[in-house]
T-cell receptor
Framework: GAVVSQHPSRVICKSGTSVKIECRSL??????MFWYRQFPKQSLMLMAT?????????EQGVEKDKFLINHASLTLSTLTVTSAHPEDSSFYIC????????????FGPGTRLTVT | AQSVTQLDSHVSVSEGTPVLLRCNYS??????LFWYVQHPNKGLQLLLK??????LVKGINGFEAEFKKSETSFHLTKPSAHMSDAAEYFC??????????FGAGTILRVKS
């Protein structure tokens, strides 16, 4: 089946620094990728939708200048958390869509970000 | 706005006994509903989906769910739990823009 990887799986960074998370579709081309955030004991919240070659569409309340998303190729999207603060500590999950049906999303294993 | 409520944050069953994970949804139109499973250190995997066809939906690994409009429910069931079913399960609804809205999740524990 379709596989999506994320790197790194865990990252610890200091407050004020930036960190980049990669999301790759390993065996298929993804025209659309999604970035989600999951707080402890809470559900996944969609942060943004990323289409290859165009600007990401951010959900209401998500700071686009803080969470930079780049989808430069059909197999790679990146999320950069800029000037990270402890409140940005969370579990970030990406997914990739292969076709027109919404449920054809394949999820990565997630990245645990801790900002100290 | 669409939303889902998973009624149990944790469910514990013995191996070989039935599994019931409850989900209620809220939608102003006919929704598409999904169940996803997440095993530790693995990506979310689609278990099954309802997209306005048959109300009883069969998924992978022996799971099934029934769409009940009158009860606004989409409960997930399995006749006999296996140790490998231990994971976190998410009930999901799609909104008008086809974005996925997730429930809070139910952690299933299977005792031997």
């Amino acid at each position: 089946g379709a596989v999506v990887s994320q790197h790194p799986s865990r990252v610890i960074c200091k407050s004020g620094t930036s960190v980049k998370i990669e999301c790759r579709s390993l065996d298929f081309q993804a025209t659309t990728m999604f970035w989600y955030r999951q707080f402890p004991k809470q559900s996944l919240m969609l942060m943004a939708t990323s289409n290859e070659g165009s600007k990401a569409t951010y959900e209401q309340g998500v700071e686009k200048d803080k969470f930079l998303i780049n989808h430069a190729s059909l197999t790679l999207s990146t999320l950069t958390v800029t000037s990270a603060h402890p409140e940005d500590s969370s579990f970030y999950i990406c997914s990739a869509r292969t076709g027109f049906q919404l449920y054809e999303q394949y999820f990565g294993p997630g990245t645990r970000l801790t900002v100290t | 706005a669409q939303s889902v409520t998973q009624l149990d944050s944790h469910v514990s069953v013995s191996e070989g006994t039935p599994v019931l994970l409850r989900c209620n949804y809220s939608s102003s139109y006919s929704p598409s509903l999904f169940w996803y499973v997440q095993h530790p250190n693995k990506g979310l995997q689609l278990l099954l989906k309802y997209t306005s066809a048959a109300t009883l939906v069969k998924g992978i690994n022996g799971f099934e769910a029934e769409f009940k409009k009158s009860e606004t429910s989409f409960h997930l069931t399995k006749p006999s739990a296996h140790m490998s079913d231990a994971a976190e399960y998410f009930c999901v609804v799609s909104d008008r823009t086809n974005k996925l809205v997730f429930g809070a999740g139910t952690i299933l524990r299977v005792k031997s």
